[in-house]
């Protein structure tokens, strides 16, 4: 359904003394129809500019984004409009999304406007059941962002995502705003709307037991490349910086192997961008490091087998 071929994306900032970051580094991605892959890695790796550029809100320096054979990268924004309905992008903060001088009856009817394919008829049923869909009621609807909960904002923001029938929702750490009970509810509607609608998700967190815990398969970010992705990656991880995470989290106490954010490697370095903090490293990761398949298990490390 989507694919994305060596993706690259290099912000630049400052004007007289420009500064420039890789933050995504050839990655290959691809999300079949009603499936979930979680892509995990800390803060700062790159999993946010991934999203933006799988949602076109970015283009890539170099690399492709195809939408079931289609080619999305580098399409007027008048063609790709007809595709976005298609992919639709679940931001952490609603404020991205909701107008606040607008009731949220207005902004999950937007979209169904702005395509001028409803009667105004239509597009009132199609909100209420919109509404009905994330589980919030009629009395909601003539509300405004401020007269919410953070829950029920996140779920108008599902709502507007389902306005035009998506085929691949991105969340981006969707409910890392919300309370721990509330994140839970908020995750157990959006797997039950993409059982219903049969619908691909990706699904990015910091959580990993919510990424074990709702996703068909696993990927793993450092320093803007996928390190390593597969179904066991949370149960059986290959690569040295996912065991690492992974260890953050069991043993709280344990010495933690992550990097401070900004840390580099030096200039001209092209091997593996875990090497300075990896326990395991050898004279060999000093050479790059290509994604290997092991056992049906991709992974970005020689030593893994
Ligand atoms: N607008 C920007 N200008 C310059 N650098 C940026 C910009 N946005 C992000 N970056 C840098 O790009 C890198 C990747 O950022 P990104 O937001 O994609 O990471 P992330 O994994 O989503 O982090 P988090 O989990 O904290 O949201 C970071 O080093 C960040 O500082």
Redesign the pocket.
């Known amino acids: 359904m989507l694919k994305a071929e060596n993706l690259r994306y290099v912000?630049?900032?400052g004007l007289i003394k420009t500064t420039k970051?890789t933050?995504?580094c050839s990655v290959d991605l691809e999300i079949l129809p009603g499936e979930t892959v979680a892509i995990v890695?800390?803060?700062?790796?790159?999993?946010?500019?991934?999203?933006k550029l799988l949602v076109q809100q970015l283009s890539p320096a170099s690399g492709e984004v195809f939408f079931d054979e289609t080619k999305l990268t580098g399409m007027s924004w008048k063609k790709l409009r007809k595709f976005m309905g298609k992919i639709q992008l679940i931001p952490?903060n609603p404020a991205d999304v909701l107008d606040p001088r607008w009731t949220v009856e207005r902004s999950v009817a937007e979209p169904l406007v702005i395509s001028r394919a409803f009667s105004r008829e239509d597009i009132s049923a199609k909100v209420d059941a919109l509404f009905a869909e994330v589980g919030l009621s009629a009395e909601h609807k003539p509300r405004y962002p401020h007269e919410l909960s953070g829950g029920e904002l996140q779920r108008v923001v599902i709502a507007r995502a389902l306005a035009l029938k998506p085929e691949l929702l991105v969340c981006?750490?969707a409910t890392s705003m919300l309370d721990v009970s509330v994140q839970a509810f908020i995750v157990a509607v959006l797997k039950e709307i993409q059982k219903k609608r049969e619908l691909g998700m990706v699904f990015?967190t910091?959580d990993l037991e919510t990424a074990k815990a709702v996703s068909d398969r696993g990927l793993v970010?450092y320093a803007?490349e996928i390190v390593e992705e597969g179904k066991d990656v949370f149960d059986q991880p290959l690569h040295p910086y996912t065991r690492a995470l992974l260890d953050a989290v069991r043993y709280v106490s344990l010495e933690l192997v992550l990097p401070e954010?900004?840390e580099a490697q030096p200039a001209g370095f092209s091997g593996c961008p875990y090497f300075r903090l990896c326990r395991e490293r050898t004279d060999m990761c000093k050479e790059p490091q290509k994604l290997r398949d092991v056992s049906g298990r991709l992974v970005r490390c020689w030593k893994a087998k």
């Open positions: 912000y630049t900032s970051k933050a995504v890695g800390e803060s700062g790796c790159g999993k946010s500019t991934l999203a952490q981006d750490e990015i910091h970010m803007g954010e900004g």
